[in-house]
């Protein structure tokens, strides 16, 4: 176990979820995931198809960030330009990767063509990341993971890194709620935090009905000091007639 | 009508959001929003709740923008600080906006207090937008819109800003589709993108069930245009012997 924070950034790389015609269903799948790594998701950017806005979006993530993945733009089509747009992003040349071929071939037969080989090409000097669920693979270069856009072949490709990565101590955190407007609080949740050094307070306002709430996310890696946070939270509830909730509302 | 295209960036703000915590809900809403204005959604940037890195985003993005919106961090507690961070940006000081006072005043009458007046906060020169779903109201500085985090009240502050933003034209699309596996079809996709100059073809894979299909979503500003490619696809699908669904599946 170490104490250093390890960080990550995500490449969300897709016209059609700037359009808004696609939801993402990437960025909450992966910041769990990596949590689970003792990894923190620190950054996102969303960029559109267009390989310059790519290669910036990826330099200088990877040069800020322990680990950078990259959703979508992977398939065998003209708008799939992700691993030209990350080669040129590193300065080396687009390849054919042989296994990865070989993988696509085992799988499609004599149906494979020159379009379905197209996903077999890397950047240079690229190792491959497994997919349990279509074929084509994922691609890893130094620290960046190119994954694909459709959340059920991303998981899957996730799954195959798990346990793979260095990472540090996963962030935990508790929840505790009450029906009050969160500006009623707002001393005591500052005042909890300065006392608890380590730990994050979070206040996140919901309207359920006519009612108004608040709950109250306490995040760190130290069970204890988040447990004591929350119950101090609890206690200045109490303390102003607010009944305080052990869970989300 | 001005062939100028009006682009524009939006920042997320919120460790709820890249923890996993909480879905982003305001993304695809405001890129529909902007499109229906004329203004393409052109770059989104997801950062933590904190000073330096909403600085940087907001400050590399107004510059290369035509408008950046942020969301998220305006409430009354201690992690919201998108305020401050914004002044820090434009190298101004926060005050207090004497209209923003007012409507909290009005608003909350006796229980008015201190951490309620926090959201009358804006950066100095900065301008209101209507809050019509509930009191804090958005606020404008230049070319930077910040809004509030949760979706409704995001919603009724871009019903305010609706018409009010120059645009050039809005992105017109249509969809038309087949179970076909896209890689069947790239080299028709690319060559009626090639003979369409100002549309663009993007193409989606779906799995429903066991079938595989795409969407092939054609989008441009010029309607005729848009037509006569969606047209051209499925031409050349019904060529291959696939039938052309003129719909999303």
Known sequence: MTDRIYRAALVI?????????????????????????????AEVRVVCDET??????VNALRARYDYVFTTGGIGPTHDDITV???????????????????????????????ARLLMARVPQGASLI??????????????????????SVTRG????????????QPVLSQTVSAF?????VSELLLGVEKAHPGVLVGSYPVWRGNKVGANFVVSGINLPDIQ???AAIAAGLTLQGIEPIFEEI
Chains 1, 2 share one sequence.
């Open 180 to 184: 009050v407007p969160e500006s009623s």
């Open 84 to 114: 030209e747009a990350i080669s040129a992003a590193f300065g080396v040349p687009v390849v054919y990767h042989p296994k990865a071929e070989q993988i696509l071939r085992d799988h499609y037969k004599d149906r494979i063509t020159d």
């Open 130 to 151: 497994e997919n349990a669920v279509s074929a084509a693979p994922g691609i890893r270069i130094e620290n960046v993971f190119i994954m694909a856009g459709i959340p």
């Open 13 to 41: 790389i897709g016209n059609e979820i700037l359009s808004g015609r696609t939801q993402d269903a990437n960025l909450a799948y992966l910041a769990k995931w990596l949590n689970q790594q003792g990894i923190r998701l």
């Open 157 to 168: 490709m996730l799954a195959a890194l798990s346990g793979t990565l260095a990472g540090g």
């Open 228 to 230: 004591s946070a929350v």
């Open 52 to 57: 310059s806005d790519i290669v910036a979006a």
